[in-house]
């Protein structure tokens, strides 16, 4: 027999890999963090002599899933400016918040509580956009977290950063410093193009085709984005960015809700990603993204929850169904967006924007050992004709028992292992009172 560090046996295993295939009774052998095998489990009782067996009788074992895009440390400004249009929600609220109170200590608890909601609700790997960046890494390290580290640039000063150039400088540094870590990856976070001007998006592309890292923006979210941009350039956000030469396979768009069919021929063209935010586009009132007509094309669109902030969760499982149902009522087609596609798009699309397919997003030998497993005892999970409808449409983030990174368990029986839930709360007491306190609520 085999030694293997971990041995997780499940009633049903969905490994995204082939598409829309449904293993059960079968296992999952973990060695040095990677996927070793996956076989029956009568099988892998035979094989393998692990140094732990988890038995997963009335659970589904799935790809970690994958949040495409995020501002972890918003966290503790959830809740704080409801019910308002995006530029209002910026100019009037979160940026004077963030001028008065963001910092070092701020980005680490705020990104050390989402990390825990991440956990919690399946996510083992986020991409981030925000300020102190290292903060992120350092909550991403204390979690065991996989984390796409966003090297955060915009076109006015603030607390972290005093111009474009001292932006990218310090982000450039936390990649030299961390790129080699093995949860670690880096994108280039420019904000939006109304925060960014034609040179700075220059030394961005530059650098970015120089390393072959993403460029992760968001892009065409309000149609107030759009006038801005049209007032300032005569053109359209998107049409900008290919004059200066962003659009690539390297691009990762944030929203694109507003789009024409050229654009999206366009966005196809280049091979650029989409990281669809369905969740925070209707509470913000942006309008509804056309993801029918990227999926036709074959815009590669994962998914991604967007700030608590402006959200209010970072729920995966809500974006999943989110997603698939808002994609059948635009299209007046039922058949549009199945669950499998919306699973996938949670997971392997995520990863592949991300350039971490070869690394994580399905349930593959030779790949990193992320994995959620969900359980299915619940009564609203009874019965089950297919685990993956259920996945989606009928389950939740609180039925997620267990989560895995690199073969380390971060959570087992709904119980988090790297962070201490006290201290979290303690430290969003903290910051709840200040923010409070100073902003009169």
Not at 49 to 71: E, F
Not at 200 to 207: A, K, P
Not at 397 to 420: A, D, F, I, P
């Amino acid at each position: 027999m085999t030694e293997i560090d971990t041995l997780i046996e499940a009633k049903w295993i969905i490994p995204i890999e082939p598409a829309e295939v449904v293993l059960q009774q079968h296992a999952i052998a973990i060695e040095k963090g990677l996927i070793k095998d996956i076989l029956p489990i009568s099988n892998a009782r035979l094989q393998y002599l692990p140094q732990q067996t988890i038995v997963l009788n009335n659970h589904a074992l799935i790809p970690g899933l994958v949040n495409l895009h995020t501002h972890a440390a918003m966290t503790l400004m959830r809740g704080r400016a409801d019910d308002l249009p995006l530029m209002e929600w910026l100019n009037k609220h979160i940026w004077p918040i963030e001028h008065q109170h963001v910092n070092a200590q701020f980005v680490l608890d705020g990104t050390q509580l989402a990390c825990a909601e991440m956990i919690r609700g399946g996510i083992t790997c986020f991409n981030d956009m925000y300020f102190f960046p290292k903060s992120c890494i350092e909550a991403a390290i204390n979690s065991g977290m996989r984390a796409a580290v966003g090297m955060i640039v915009i076109d006015f000063p603030t607390a972290y950063a005093s111009d474009a150039d001292d932006y990218l400088a310090k982000g450039l540094d936390l990649r030299d410093q961390y790129h080699h870590h093995p949860l670690l990856s880096f994108c280039f976070a420019p904000h939006a193009p109304y925060t960014i001007s034609d040179k700075t998006f220059s030394s961005i592309l530059t650098y970015a085709e120089q390393l072959n890292v993403p460029v992760h923006t968001h892009l065409h979210e309000t149609q107030d984005e759009i006038l801005i941009n049209l007032e300032a350039t005569g053109m359209r956000p998107i049409e900008r960015l290919h004059q200066l030469g962003l659009l690539s396979p390297n691009l990762i768009a944030v929203h694109m809700v507003h789009l024409t069919d050229h654009e999206i021929r366009l966005v196809h063209q280049y091979g650029c990603s989409i990281s669809h935010c369905p969740s925070s586009n209707m509470k913000l009132a942006s309008g509804f993204a056309p993801v029918p007509s990227l999926l036709d094309q074959g815009v590669n669109v994962g998914l991604g929850t967007d700030g608590a902030a402006s959200n209010n969760r970072l729920d995966m499982f809500v974006e999943m169904r989110q997603a698939a149902l808002l994609a059948k009522v635009t299209s007046g087609l039922a058949n549009i967006l199945p669950a499998h596609q919306a699973l996938r798009m949670a997971t392997l699309n995520g990863a592949n924007a991300l350039g971490l397919g070869k690394v994580i997003g399905s349930l593959t030998i030779g790949k990193a050992a992320d994995i959620t497993a969900v359980d299915f005892s619940d009564l609203n999970l009874v019965p089950c004709y297919d685990p993956i409808s259920h996945l989606v449409y009928a389950a939740s983030r609180e039925q997620v028992s267990h989560v895995w990174v690199n073969g380390k368990m971060l959570l087992r029986n709904k119980e988090l292992t790297t962070l201490n839930q006290s201290d979290l709360r303690y430290r969003a007491t903290f910051w709840h009172e200040r923010i409070a306190t100073t902003s009169g609520q």
